[in-house]
C-alpha cells in the first residue's frame, strides 16, 4: 500500500480516496502541489513545518497508509452488509447497448438462461470481477447502489463471490468433519463442533445417500460432495453472493439446496439450460448475442406448472436411481400420465 499510495500524484490520490484530503490540509499549500506524487511531496515539506507539525519526515508514508486503511474500513461496506448488487447494462457482441438496470436483494434467486455461447458465464464474470466497464460487455455493477469501493474490488479476505463449481475435485485426505472443522477454524468460527454437526445435517438433507462426518471426502459420491459444498458455503461462506453455473441433477434435492442458500440470505445467481431449475427462480435474465434481452418475472402461471416439473424431476431421479442399480425404464406410460394428470388436478 505504502509504494502504491506515495508514487500516485496527490490529485490522483483524492480522486480514489477522497478523504486522503484531510491528512494533507495539515500542510499548507498541498493544493497548489497536486500534480506531485506523494512522495515528492513529503520529501519537499519544510524541516520547520514538520517540526511545527511534530512529525517526522520518514513517518508519513506509514501515517498516510494508516489513515487510509482506518478511513477505507469506515466509509466502505464490508461483505455482511452488501444489500444488493445491480447490473448495469453494457453491450452485446454487435455493440448494442443493453438498455437495462437490474437491481438483485439478498434472499433472491436469479436465473441466467440462453443458447450455449450467448454470453451466460461472461455476465457471472462480470459479476464476480464487480466490471466497472473494463469488460467486454461495459457492464458496471454496484452495490448497495453504490460503485463498489476499489478495495471491495481487489481484496481477498473479503471475496464477495463464492463460486460452486461444477467439478469439485477433493484431492484432500480428510474426512467430512475434518474438512469442515478446518473452513470453519479459518472463518474463525467458535463453535466449531456445532457447525459442523449442522452442515453435516443439511447435507444429508440435500443428498439422495446418507453419509457420517466420519466418512473421507474421497470416498463421497458426486452428488454428497455437491451437497456438502453447497451446505458448506450456506453455513461458512462469509460471500454473500453465491454464483452456480448450472447445478447438475447428481441426485440431490436442488429445490432444497436453493433455499437453503436463499435462507441464508444471500443473492443467489445460476446459469442453467434447465427448466426446472428456471422456475425456481424469482427472476430470469435472457441473454442473446453477449447482451441482456429481457429480465422475465417467474409468474403465477410458471410457478403453478413448476410442481409439475417438480414431479417430472422426481421421477427421473428415481429412473436415474433404477438405472444405477442395474434397472430397467420399462415404464408403464398409462400410469404415467395418470399419476401427471393427478399431479396438475
Ligand atoms: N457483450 C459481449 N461483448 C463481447 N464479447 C462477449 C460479450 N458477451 C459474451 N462475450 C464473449 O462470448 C464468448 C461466449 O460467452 P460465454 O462463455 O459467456 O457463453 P455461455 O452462454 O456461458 O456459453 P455456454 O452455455 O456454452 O457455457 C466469450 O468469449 C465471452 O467473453
Known amino acids: 500500500m505504502n509504494v502504491l499510495v506515495t508514487g500516485m500524484t496527490l490529485r490522483e490520490l483524492f480522486a480514489r480516496y477522497p478523504y486522503a484530503r484531510d491528512f494533507f490540509e495539515a500542510f499548507d499549500e498541498y493544493e497548489a502541489q497536486e500534480t506531485l506524487p506523494v512522495a515528492d511531496f513529503f520529501t519537499m515539506l519544510d524541516d520547520e513545518l514538520l517540526a511545527d507539525r511534530g512529525v517526522e519526515r520518514e513517518d508519513l508514508p506509514r501515517q498516510l497508509a494508516e489513515y487510509l486503511a482506518f478511513m477505507q474500513q469506515l466509509t466502505e461496506p464490508s461483505v455482511e452488509e452488501v444489500r444488493s448488487i445491480t447490473i448495469v447494462g453494457g453491450r452485446d457482441k454487435s455493440g448494442v447497448p443493453e438498455n437495462c438496470r437490474l437491481t438483485i436483494r439478498t434472499g433472491e434467486i436469479i436465473c441466467i438462461v440462453g443458447p450455449t455461447g450467448s454470453g451466460k458465464s461472461r455476465l457471472l464474470a462480470d459479476i464476480e470481477w464487480l466490471a466497472q466497464g473494463d469488460t467486454p460487455t461495459g457492464r ?17 479476505e473479503q471475496k464477495l463471490v463464492a463460486q460452486l463449481s461444477q467439478n469439485m475435485n477433493f484431492i484432500m485426505d480428510l474426512t467430512v468433519e475434518e474438512f469442515i472443522a478446518m473452513h470453519a477454524g479459518s472463518r474463525m468460527r467458535e463453535d466449531v463442533a456445532g457447525i459442523t454437526r449442522i452442515i453435516v445435517e443439511e447435507a444429508n438433507r440435500l443428498a439422495g445417500e446418507a453419509f457420517a462426518a466420519a466418512t473421507p471426502v474421497t470416498a463421497l459420491s458426486g452428488g454428497q460432495s455437491r451437497a456438502l459444498m453447497i451446505a458448506d458455503t450456506a453455513f461458512l461462506s462469509r460471500s454473500p453472493i453465491v454464483l452456480i453455473d448450472e447445478i447438475e441433477n447428481a441426485g440431490i434435492d436442488r429445490r432444497q439446496a436453493l433455499g437453503l442458500l436463499v435462507t441464508q440470505q444471500k443473492i443467489v445467481l445460476m446459469a442453467t439450460h434447465d427448466p426446472f431449475l428456471a422456475l425456481l427462480g424469482d427472476k430470469r435474465i435472457v441473454i442473446g448475442n453477449g447482451g441482456i434481452r429481457d429480465v422475465l418475472e417467474t409468474s403465477a402461471k410458471e410457478r403453478e406448472n413448476l410442481r409439475l416439473l417438480q414431479s417430472v424431476d422426481a421421477m427421473l431421479n428415481g429412473l436415474r436411481q433404477d438405472l444405477r442399480s442395474g434397472g430397467r425404464v420399462e415404464l408403464d406410460q398409462l400410469r404415467l400420465i395418470e399419476g401427471l394428470k393427478q399431479e396438475i388436478s
Open 140 to 156: 458496471r455493477i454496484l452495490i448497495n447502489e453504490q460503485p463498489p469501493p476499489g478495495a471491495m474490488r481487489f481484496s481477498v
